[in-house]
């Protein structure tokens, strides 16, 4: 399996936060989405790294970060997480990417909590209601039940699940690089947790704010993604200011993997534009 694991970690209100810093040049952060973690940056990252100062670390309850109760995962909370990395980071104005609902702390960070980007690059962005499907809002509707069933069971729903995020077939090491965090029952119960915790007011309040977006956007779309339709990407486009949108050719949702040279290539060329 491909080795992905990150080394330094944070303390967030006591809660363990997982995060890795690479390379050296301008600074860079990468924000993943949901369901999966930082491993979606497996092959960016080091590429970026080449030419930047590449942040990546995993969100509160995902991943190697924390994943006990006890705290919200969603919304202020995340936002909170990423203005105190930035902080800890100490990085003034990096170039912000980031990825399905990573794409909310993102923008809330900087419209909220007045952090400032070089340039920002969302990807597949989960950012705009509706973002929860009939199956999450059943999950939410029985949420104990989800978080509490058989192993099993739990683990033929994430394999039917996780894999439609990619246009070329997800094989089953990617799909133990998403899903293994997800796998033990502190895991099992995370992943629900985050769908109860799922706000729709939160999104619309950052949309509500969007057109105070500063910094120059760039919105990246897989040409095949099944989970957010192009629709979303392009009524984005239309909210902030100074935002173009590029399509990725022959990639799903989680365009990091079906194509990570072309992403490479959009956030370098981007990032000196």
């Known amino acids: 399996m491909t080795s992905w694991n990150l080394s330094k970690r944070f303390d967030f209100a006591g809660n363990e936060i997982a995060y890795e810093v690479m390379g050296n040049g301008p600074p860079l952060v990468l924000v993943h989405g949901f369901p999966g973690n930082s491993f979606s940056w497996r092959h960016v990252a080091p590429a970026l790294a080449r030419k930047h100062r590449v942040h990546v670390y995993d969100m509160l309850g995902f991943g190697q970060s924390a994943m006990r109760e006890g705290r ?3 919304g202020d909370s995340q936002t909170d997480l990423l203005a105190a990395l930035l902080e800890h980071w100490k990085l ?3 170039l912000m990417v980031a990825h399905d609902i990573g794409t909310a702390p993102a923008l809330g960070a900087h419209l909220f909590k007045y952090r400032q980007y070089g340039r920002l690059i969302l990807l597949s962005a989960a950012v705009l209601n509706p973002s929860v499907s009939a199956n999450s809002m059943h999950a939410r509707a029985h949420l104990k039940a989800y978080q509490t069933m ?9 394999r039917a699940h ?4 990619m246009h070329t077939g997800m094989s089953e090491e990617i799909f ?6 997800w796998s033990t029952p502190e895991g099992q119960a995370a992943y629900y947790r985050f769908l109860g915790d799922f706000e729709e007011s939160y ?4 949309e ?7 910094p120059e956007t760039l919105i990246l779309w897989g040409d095949d993604d099944t989970w957010i339709p192009l629709a979303r990407g392009e009524k984005l ?3 902030i200011p100074r935002a173009e949108l590029r399509l990725i050719p022959k990639a799903g949702h989680f365009l990091m993997d079906d194509a990570p040279e072309a992403v490479t290539r959009e956030i370098e060329a981007f990032a000196i534009k």
Do not use: C, E, N, S
């Open 72 to 74: 919200k995962v969603f």
């Open 92 to 94: 003034d104005a990096p």
């Open 150 to 158: 058989p192993a099993k069971l739990y683990a033929q729903i994430m």
């Open 162 to 165: 996780i894999p439609t995020t």
């Open 176 to 181: 133990q690089g998403y899903f293994g965090p």
């Open 203 to 206: 999104l619309d309040r950052v």
């Open 208 to 214: 509500a704010h969007m057109h105070q977006v500063l």
């Open 237 to 239: 486009q239309k909210l």
